[in-house]
């Protein structure tokens, strides 16, 4: 019989997080109704024998051992082509499900809506943490959605805890190899809105996420410092640049000047409060000239997305917000100061 959904588990040296994240698997009230692929890209840890002592509890089980050390776009369209259900659902190790979960996906996947996404819980507490993206600010940042308990749309369900339709995502060409990781879950969600697809918030599928344990891994299952590394703001300066570059059709490209100067505050608030030129020099300034060096790569990303779109950018203004995207952030300096730099 085929499983309605698959649970896809993206596991590089998470031993740590496994045994709750596939304990709450093995409580879910959808019992016989869902697989669970465990894509394993490398680990160096005892992962693999944790995974192997619950196949007995979950005979669909299916351990995928890769040997290369995939980031996360690659790890993700690797471990769908794996599954063989018609709905993806992407789950990262530091997460574990109520035990209704899956059911409330399912259900709620009736409705015909291409993306699921869960409301996300703190790990150890039921704190909201996020929904997903309720759209961008202008000046081209992340708005998060706030708490709610009704379903509704809004523009990308979030990385660690979404479901999306197979089909859909063979249609609009998975994740960009070339993305590697960061801002992928907006990349995502905007394209499936631009080829006429929906995103929709699940209220009652709840996850609990801890959220940067590989960035930041003090605290254990509790932040309680802001860390951050070199590479993962490189990438997210880089990727933010080119998420409107490759999906903005013409209008909102002009989002991109008040997003370059935003960066350029950044990166010398940085400066000034850390004084670390390397870290600025290699998060800051080589991601936004990597950006416009991909720019032949950026326009075969859009003739693709022309050849799929259904909505341009004037009905895409819906997912601009007012809210300031980087409030949150901001918040968070706040209450536990400025971010820890590891320079990898």
Not at 112 to 137: H, K, M, P, W
Not at 223 to 228: D, F, H, K, Q, S
Not at 235 to 248: A, D, P, Q, V
Not at 278 to 294: N, P, S
Request: glycine letters at 6%; proline letters at 3%; one cysteine or more.
């Amino acid at each position: 019989m085929t499983p309605e959904i698959s649970l896809i588990i993206l596991n590089h040296n998470g031993a740590i997080w496994l045994d709750r994240c596939l304990e709450s698997i093995c409580a879910q009230t959808a019992a016989g109704r869902f697989e669970v692929v465990i894509f394993d890209a490398a680990s160096g840890d005892n992962s693999l024998v944790i995974c192997e002592r619950f196949r007995p509890r979950l005979p669909s089980l299916r351990i995928v051992a890769d040997k290369r050390d995939l980031w996360y776009c690659d790890a993700c369209n690797a471990a769908a082509r794996e599954a063989h259900s018609p709905l993806l659902l992407f789950l990262n190790t530091d997460i574990w499900l109520e035990t209704n979960c899956i059911q409330m996906l399912l259900e709620a996947a009736e409705s015909g809506a291409e993306v699921l996404a869960a409301r996300i819980l703190d790990y150890d507490s039921d704190n909201f943490q996020t929904f997903g993206a309720a759209g961008i600010d202008w000046l081209g940042c992340t708005v998060f959605m706030s708490n709610h308990s009704t379903a509704c749309d809004f523009l990308a369900g979030i990385g660690g805890a979404f479901a999306i339709r197979k089909d859909w995502f063979e249609k609009i060409g998975g994740y960009p190899d070339e993305w590697i990781a960061y801002v992928d879950e907006m990349d995502l969600g905007w394209r499936v809105w631009a080829a006429g697809g929906r995103v929709v918030g699940v209220p009652r599928a709840i996850v609990h996420h801890r959220g940067a344990a590989m960035a930041n891994p003090a605290g254990g299952t509790k932040i309680i410092e802001l860390r951050t590394t070199v590479t993962k703001r490189f990438l997210s300066t880089r990727n933010n640049i080119l998420f409107l570059l490759k999906n903005c059709q013409h209008i909102l490209l002009l989002l991109l000047i008040p997003h370059l100067c935003l960066l350029v505050c950044e990166a010398l608030v940085w400066l000034v409060l850390t004084r670390q030129w390397q870290f600025v020099k290699q998060a800051y300034i080589r991601g936004i000239v990597e950006a416009f060096r991909m720019r032949r790569q950026v326009r075969e990303w859009r003739r693709q997305s022309a050849r799929i779109r259904r909505h341009g950018d004037f009905w895409m203004l819906r997912f601009i917000k007012l809210k300031p995207g980087r409030w949150g952030e901001v918040k968070h300096l706040f209450k536990l100061g400025m971010p820890k730099v590891d320079y990898k």
